[in-house]
């Protein structure tokens, strides 16, 4: 059953809490007339509160909401009468409220100064989360199609130039080393290296309003601001102290620019604990930890075997999560690790590509296209059973299905607003992705009230996925 309070997690700083209800009230309350009334907002205690009375829909009742900004947000649900089985309808108006939450701060973001260091590694510039590279994003992990189309096209040199057999053992052994070196591979193109004596992430947000944003990238250059980054670096992490949002704005200050206190955020972030912690409650080797200074939050593992992984997090990742949230998402990419899913991904790959110009051949002849349709429609929907085994095995090694399911609603909840408009879900579960929709992915963490005990959780998964599958056609 649905809390009547709870909280929402918020990386805003002082200043933009009052504006995020004043963004709800205008964006979702006020245009929905026919669910909303009785709308106000108040001051209580010198903060700010939304109020306004939910219509159940199909005369079944009212609830009063109650919204306050603070930090977390605050929210209560009075139902004016005792009404049984509300707990989809508050589930409903509680996850629009998230949204709307979200969607502030993601325009917030869009003007916002990220500043992120690491004890004694390289000072590098951010890259901003713009709108176009979020689209391309998948939660957790890679798009599988990218890792696809890349080895298609390596494949097919390969049997072009060398022939079925000769490329058939080249592909093989191609496959064989990107395995054995995936991990350095992606440590490589990552920007920092965590361990234990550098172990932090650091970060500092100033949260602009856009035209002052604007008139900041007019007047500083990036050499200016890798400037900044330094000077802050050397009278903080240099010393041995942890940078503030004070030093930051005598920094500022110094170079002519100044930030209202109220709009600034600072963070820190022990990444090398956090995976070590994911580590132990899996019993598996620590692996290597790597973090890329990119706004657009994500995270990914790979390896060779659990012995020889490497975790991935991204800036945005850290900035948008509460630690727990971290801890479990880790816990899903370590899912992958212990799994051994990227050696199996990638032979699933490589087999069907083999197959395709041997002993399918004759098949694909007759309609090429169909046939690729078809192929890469079953990769990908067998995908999904290791990234719903990845949510579970978190769920049961870390213990925290609901805290992964905020991640997961933090991070997708653009993803989820689609899938909740769109007239039919099916579009989310045939389209080229290995991770399943999201809805399914939240609920199912949801349905979870504490850390599950499951014998074989592949088989469990696919399951799961077969059977949300079905309902979508209504089976």
């Known amino acids: ?72 947000f605050q929210v209560e649900f009075t139902p004016t009468i005792r009404i049984p089985n509300l707990d989809h309808e508050l589930d409903v108006f509680k996850e629009d409220i998230i949204i709307g939450i979200h969607t502030f701060e993601d325009a917030i973001r869009q003007s916002t100064l ?68 995936s991990d350095r591979l992606l440590l490589k193109a990552s920007d920092w290296r965590i361990t234990a004596d550098n172990p932090r992430v650091h970060i500092l947000e100033y949260q602009l309003p856009l035209e002052e944003y604007q008139k900041f990238q007019e007047k500083f250059n990036d050499n200016i601001i890798i400037k900044m980054k330094e000077d802050i670096y050397q009278k903080s992490l240099g010393k041995g102290l942890t940078p503030t949002c004070q030093l930051g704005e005598e920094i500022f200050q110094e170079y002519g620019f100044h930030c209202h206190p109220d709009l600034k955020v600072s963070k820190v972030v022990d990444v090398y604990s956090i995976v070590q912690e994911a580590a132990s409650k899996f019993n598996m080797a620590m692996p290597q930890v790597a973090v890329s200074n990119t706004m657009i939050p994500n995270a990914a593992a790979t390896g060779p ?115 909740r408009i769109s007239p039919t879900r099916l579009p989310s579960w045939v389209n080229f992705d290995s991770h399943p929709p999201i809805y399914f992915r939240i609920d199912r963490l949801e349905n979870m009230k504490s850390a599950p005990k499951v014998k074989s959780p592949l088989i469990k998964s696919a399951r799961d996925v077969v059977n949300g599958f079905k309902r979508t056609w209504g089976w």
């Open 305 to 419: 075997s659990p012995n020889r992984g490497l975790v991935l997090l991204t800036t945005g990742l850290l900035v948008q999560l509460e630690e727990d949230e971290i801890l479990s998402v880790v816990g899903h990419e370590m899912g992958h690790l212990s799994g051994r899913d990227p050696l199996i991904l990638f032979s699933i790959i490589s087999a069907e590509f083999i197959m395709r110009f041997t002993i399918l051949t004759p098949i694909v002849v007759i309609s090429p296209l169909l046939y690729l349709i078809v192929a890469l429609g079953v990769i990908f929907f067998v995908a999904k059973f290791f990234e719903t085994r990845a949510d579970l095995l978190s769920a049961m090694k870390i213990g925290q299905p609901q805290v992964l399911a905020s991640a997961l609603r933090k991070i997708g909840y653009q993803r989820l607003y689609a899938e």
């Open 1 to 72: 059953m649905l809390e009547t309070e709870f909280l929402i997690d918020t990386e805003l700083s002082k200043m933009h809490l009052e504006e995020a209800l004043d963004f709800l009230r205008e964006f979702y309350l006020l245009l929905q007339s026919d669910l909303f009334k009785d709308i106000s907002k108040t001051v209580e205690g010198g903060v700010g509160v939304l109020s306004y009375t939910a219509i159940i829909p199909g005369n079944k009742g009212e609830v009063r909401v109650k919204i306050k900004a603070t930090s977390p």
């Open 114 to 181: 990220y500043f992120a260091w690491v004890e004694g590694k390289e000072i590098i510039p951010e890259a901003p989360p713009t709108r176009r590279k979020k689209a391309s994003f998948r939660i957790f992990g890679s798009n599988m199609i990218l890792i696809y189309l890349l080895f298609f096209g390596v494949n097919l040199v390969l049997f072009l130039l060398l022939g079925v057999i000769a490329a058939i053992i080249a592909i093989l052994a191609l496959q064989f080393i990107i395995i054995l070196f």
